[in-house]
């Protein structure tokens, strides 16, 4: 039986509070005259698992608000260390981003809610070591502000063990 690890995330805390996630219109995922929530109100966090095996990298995660406010909609950046091939097959809620990321859209989660689970296979251009995860909250504008991103991006190290991560 393999052995199960634990994938490190930077920082002491998992839950990242997260200000103004509604995409603008016209981004994946906006809804139109939603309000925006504030930083101090939503706690959006992602836990799930990632392994690798080849070229191929499995992500599933699960959103959770542990705010005190619900989030009308919400999307999030996932970025790889590695850049991906070209041409993937995606989920209906997630699109391409550059050679290195992928949006998805993750919808509307009430104050204290878990929302859907989201499930990935992405095949990288080259078969790495390992690879870097990065889950950034996408703006109001639908961009990440970096500044902000910063401190409350997740990261999970994925190493090619043939292991599960759990994050």
């Not at 919808?107 to 989201?118: F, V, W």
Request: glycine residues 12%.
């Amino acid at each position: 039986m393999r052995r199960m690890r634990v994938a490190a995330v930077c920082g002491a805390a998992v839950v990242t509070a997260v200000g103004g996630v509604i995409p603008a219109a016209g981004a994946p995922g906006a809804v139109r005259g939603a309000p925006a929530v504030r930083g101090a109100e939503a706690g959006l966090a992602y836990h799930g698992s990632a392994g690798i095996v080849g070229h191929r990298v499995d992500v599933r995660f699960t959103p959770h608000n542990r705010g005190a406010a619900a989030v009308p909609d919400s999307v999030v950046r996932i970025r790889w260390s590695q850049p991906l091939e070209e041409g993937q097959l995606l989920p209906a809620r997630c699109a391409p981003e550059g050679d290195r990321a992928v949006r998805c859209r993750v919808g509307p989660l009430g104050a204290h809610d878990t929302g859907e689970r989201i499930g990935l296979r992405v095949r990288l251009r080259e078969a790495p070591t390992e690879v870097l995860l990065e889950f950034d909250p996408v703006g109001s504008d639908g961009t990440v502000d970096e500044s902000r991103a910063a401190a409350e991006r997740q990261r999970v190290l994925v190493l090619d063990t043939g292991d599960t991560y759990y994050f």
